[in-house]
């Protein structure tokens, strides 16, 4: 499968952003998918993830309450809707896609995730 993430932007603290993740190459729902950022001299982090059937989610503490995953997968699309940006969101985000993975389950470790997109850069300045 190949990812393609889009929606990146410059933004003031407290506003939003819309990422989106569109998969090729195999359907979607064959996988669980997530988002991961990397702010420049920082390693790859986890944002959250997203189960196949979008039923069962996950964040990363500092996101959790502003930031919803979701994903149509007769879209092959997944999205990250971020709210009220702060500045140290400010990063490339990369979606990713992990097979094997149950139908429910969300996938949350960097080294089960087998495919991954080129990023799409967020700034937020204060």
């Known amino acids: 499968v190949q990812l393609q993430a889009s929606g990146g932007g410059s933004v003031q603290a407290g506003g939003s952003l819309r990422l989106s993740c569109a998969a090729s190459?195999?359907?979607?729902?064959?996988?669980?998918m997530g988002w991961f950022r990397q702010a420049p001299g920082q390693e790859r982090e986890f944002v959250t993830a997203?189960?196949?059937?979008?039923?069962?989610?996950y964040y990363a503490d500092s996101v959790k309450g502003r930031f919803t995953i979701s994903r149509d997968n007769a879209k092959n699309t997944m999205y990250l809707q971020m709210n009220s940006l702060k500045p140290e969101d400010t990063a490339v985000y990369h979606c990713?896609?992990?097979?094997?993975?149950?139908?429910?389950?969300?996938?949350?470790?960097?080294?089960?995730?087998?495919?991954w997109g080129q990023g799409t850069l967020v700034t937020v300045s204060s």
């Open positions: 190459g195999r359907t979607l729902n064959n996988y669980a």
């Open positions: 990713a896609a992990a097979g094997r993975s149950g139908w429910t389950s969300v996938v949350i470790a960097t080294e089960d995730y087998q495919y």
């Open positions: 997203i189960s196949r059937s979008g039923g069962s989610t």
